[in-house]
């Protein structure tokens, strides 16, 4: 397995989390955005080790669904570094990924299997039996009786706590592409072709991605008793506001959260960018009782700024909304940068 790394850094003690105040009308999910992409981690990361010291005080273990992808590599170092400080224990943690490429061996660089062990797995606390990833090795015939085994894990572990999520430019939560629907378990999918060619680069080619995947169903996540939901990046602003502000469909599946009771969105600034708080807030709403809503400068160099008193409502175009909005509220303000 992966050797570890050297010790993080202590994390730098600094002031609670920034987030963006407006009009949630528009909105059918709970979504949380934050100027600075290191508040959004060390958010989810407090928010799964309080989960985890929670079920373990009640029942002895806490149950993660867990995700790969870029989005989620800053909630698991700030894990490994909450560990490394003595804060919280995987020992009793149990743990099931969403998903896995079909075919895919396990020690491939592209396997979700090496990607947990690199960037989690082998950093933290956590019982090598404790950890469940869809296999990729399995032979098809065998696939349907090992997505029923997964399955039934789940259920003898007493269920998923809490399950972490990114969403793709397809919608998908897990590889659950267009088409899935809210009675889906695990199973075998083909990857739609939008989410081939984003993973194209990491393969050297499209023709390199494999065509399907193992992947828990929409049912399978929506059982969870808690759900976060994480984008970050400005390529993902449409596919956020269509989950957070659309109606509930089968051609978007993160959708179905909707129907989930305890879920929250957890975006950057560039991932908010299409939602209508941001795009087009209400000036009434834009505006908090100090006189602006969104008084930062996001980015490495983040400072808070005050004294702006613009009524406005913010530009709609993308390219200019944010230095249009800088502008009316006196300040400079730069971009976050997105992860790919
Ligand atoms: P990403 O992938 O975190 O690499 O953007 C998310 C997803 O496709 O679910």
């Not at 987030?19 to 992409?37: A, Q, W, Y």
């Not at 309080?50 to 995700?67: N, Q």
């Not at 947990?116 to 098809?140: C, L, S, Y």
């Not at 999520?165 to 990857?191: M, Y």
Request: charged share 25%; aromatic share 6%.
């Amino acid at each position: 397995m992966a050797k570890a790394p050297p010790p993080l850094p202590p994390a730098v003690r600094r002031s609670p989390p920034t987030t963006i105040e407006s009009s949630r009308d528009r909105e059918r999910l709970r979504t949380v955005v934050f100027p600075e992409h290191s508040d959004l981690a060390r958010a989810v990361a407090e928010r799964i080790v309080e989960v985890i010291h929670r079920e373990t005080r009640a029942k002895g273990r806490a149950v993660l669904g867990l995700a790969t992808g870029s989005t989620p590599l800053g909630v698991y170092e700030e894990l490994i570094r909450r560990h490394q400080a003595g804060d919280v224990d995987f020992s009793h943690v149990i743990t099931f990924n969403l998903d896995e490429y079909y075919p895919m061996t396990p020690d491939s660089p592209h396997s979700y299997r090496r990607y947990m062990w690199e960037n989690f797995f082998a950093h933290v606390n956590i019982a090598k039996q404790n950890v469940h990833i869809p296999d990729g090795t399995i032979p098809r015939e065998r696939v349907a009786d090992a997505c029923a085994a997964y399955e039934e894990a789940i259920r003898a572990a007493g269920g998923i706590d809490f399950q972490l999520l990114g969403i793709g430019k397809t919608g998908h939560v897990g590889f659950n592409e267009p088409g899935s629907d809210a009675t889906s378990r695990t199973r075998i999918v083909t990857l739609d072709t939008l989410t081939r060619k984003d993973a194209a680069a990491d393969f050297f080619g499209v023709e390199n991605v494999p065509r399907e995947a193992l992947t828990m169903g929409v049912a399978t996540i929506l059982d969870a008793k808690e759900i976060a939901l994480l984008a970050t990046g400005e390529h993902k602003a449409a596919i956020v506001a269509r989950a957070v502000e659309g109606e509930i469909s089968t051609d978007v599946a993160a959708t179905f959260l909707q129907r989930h009771q305890s879920v929250t969105v957890y975006l950057d600034l560039p991932a908010a960018d299409e939602l209508t708080r941001i795009k087009t807030p209400a000036p009434s709403t834009a505006r908090s009782s100090t006189g602006c809503a969104t008084r930062f400068v996001a980015g490495p160099s983040s400072r808070r700024t005050s004294g702006c008193s613009s009524s406005r409502p913010i530009p709609m175009t993308t390219s200019s909304r944010w230095a249009a909005f800088s502008a009316s509220c006196g300040r400079t303000r730069t971009r976050s940068s997105s992860r790919t």
